[in-house]
């Protein structure tokens, strides 16, 4: 089952130069920062209730970020949502004919199980289950 959004998922080019925007203009509070080698991305994440927003900025040019922001340039990347057991979540979506990035979830930022939903499959929308540490 689903129980929030989790977080949004912006990509920039700069995670230096965009906090300026979320920290100055919006007034929010960078939680932390953290290098996820396995998807050649910095992250910056901002807390927002409960919710964050994850800045995603590419550390590699065959970075998945960095083909985004080539053909699309910056802006919103995924929508994630929490999920209390991601296992049913992706058979759950797998059974509704969903075509699914991740067969099996993978460690994410802040230790997280993640999956994703291949953006055909729901509407244009990168999709991001995720389960664990907040
Ligand atoms: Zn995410």
Redesign the pocket.
Known sequence: MLTKID?L?IAVHSITEARHFYENVLGLTCKKEEEVPSQKVKTAFFVLGETHI?LLEPTSDDSPIARFLSTKGEGLH?V?YRSDNIGDQLAQARDEGCRLIHETPFT??SNKQ?AFLHPKSSHGVLT?F?SGEE
């Open positions: 977080h998922g994850e995924h994630a994410g930022a993640v991001e995720c």
